[in-house]
Structure formats: C-alpha cells, structure tokens
C-alpha cells in the first residue's frame, strides 16, 4: 500500500522561507519510471501541479514558481523535498504530495498525501 506523509507546512510573512518533506511508503523513489512531486490547491481553484520531478533528476515547474521553489529527493529517506524560497501570499494553499503510476502504457497521478497548509501573510 502506498502512502505519502506531509510535512513541514505552516505560516510565514511574504518573502520568507518553508521546506515541505513527504516520505513515502511502499513506492520506491530510486526504482520507478514514473515522476513525483507537488501539486497545490487554493481556495476556490482547481490543483494545480507545482514541480514534478523523475528518478533521475529531470525536473518540471510551474512558471509561477520558477526560480523560488526547488524540488529534491533523497532515495535512502525515500523522500520527496520542496524548498519554497521568495514565497508571495498567492503562494498560500494546500499543497499535495503526489506520485505517478505506470497504468495503460503512462504515467498517471495515483497516489497522493494528505495536503499540508500553507499560509504566506502580508
């Protein structure tokens, strides 16, 4: 069974800094093809995917958060890593941890946490 654990989230004033963790269970970083990461939601708006990354390195980012979020993995943690850096008040919402499955020959987002909230005051 797979399981992904939040944490790290809170409150912080624009312009500061948060680091999310998700470790995983039953779903090994360093094996599988397919990509993990993070998405988030805001009130009132669809999710929303923030930065996926592969078991190799190759990563992907939403242009909103280009050059302040960066995501990294430790394979012997088996755990996935957002570092929010320069955050803004649109930063604010609930962020997920998500993981693909190889399903009909793709990747698809399967697995997912249980949202951690994150709230960037003025």
């Known amino acids: 069974q797979v399981q992904l654990v939040e944490s790290g989230g809170g409150s912080v004033e624009a312009g500061g800094s948060l680091k999310l963790s998700c470790e995983v269970f039953g779903y090994d970083l360093r094996s599988r093809f397919c990509r993990r990461g993070w998405y988030r939601q805001a009130p009132g708006q669809e999710r929303e995917m923030i930065s996926m990354?592969?078991?190799?390195?190759?990563?992907t980012y939403a242009d909103s958060v280009k050059g302040r979020f960066t995501i990294s993995q430790d394979f012997e943690k088996n755990t996935i890593f957002l570092q929010m850096n320069s955050l803004k008040t649109e930063d604010t919402a609930v962020y997920f941890c998500?993981?693909?499955?190889?399903?009909?020959?793709?990747?698809?987002?399967?697995?997912w946490g249980q949202g951690i909230q994150v709230t960037v005051s003025s």
């Open positions: 998500a993981a693909e499955k190889w399903t009909d020959s793709r990747c698809i987002s399967e697995y």
């Open positions: 990354a592969t078991r190799s390195g190759n990563t």
